[in-house]
């Protein structure tokens, strides 16, 4: 399994339809592929064509709730691509998980409990560098930098290499 994160602390930059569109292709090409939606607005969960609305367990069940991904996974329309959504509950989760222990790891031992049930996972992340960004980093063997041909995208990529590299 290898995992990505799709990651820029700025937003507008295509992080979830990379996200989206990487993981359909692969999926299209017979892979096994899981997107995980760490942005508390969603946009990977609707844009994926999943309706937010009456979910049991999403990604703040995994990072918050220590819930077995397994159990928030919902597959999607298209074969071979599955999904751990998004809920606006996920926007309390920085303050919740500020005291948790080993917080930053979180979603890194979360996904190694099914690192045999796929071949690629996608991290769409929120457009900010806080513990959800940092679990998808920390969790991520290769990192995606979406980004706009400006001089303040590239000036945020610079800060996005320095907190990959500590």
Known sequence: ?????????????????????????????GKRVLIVDLDPQGNATSGIGISKIGLKQSSYSVMVENAHPKEATVPTAIPGLDLIPAT?????????????????F????SLEKISSDYDFVLIDTPPSMGILSLN?????DKVIVP???EYYALEGLSFLIKSIGQ
């Open 136 to 140: 998808s980093l920390i969790a991520a």
């Open 106 to 109: 979180i979603l890194r031992d």
């Open 147 to 149: 980004m706009q041909c």
């Open 1 to 29: 399994m290898i995992v990505y994160s799709i990651a820029n602390q700025k937003g507008g930059v295509g992080k979830t339809t990379t996200t989206v569109n990487l993981g359909t292709a692969l999926a299209a090409c």
């Open 88 to 104: 606006l509950d996920l926007m309390g989760a920085e303050i919740l998980l500020s005291s948790t222990p080993r917080r930053e």
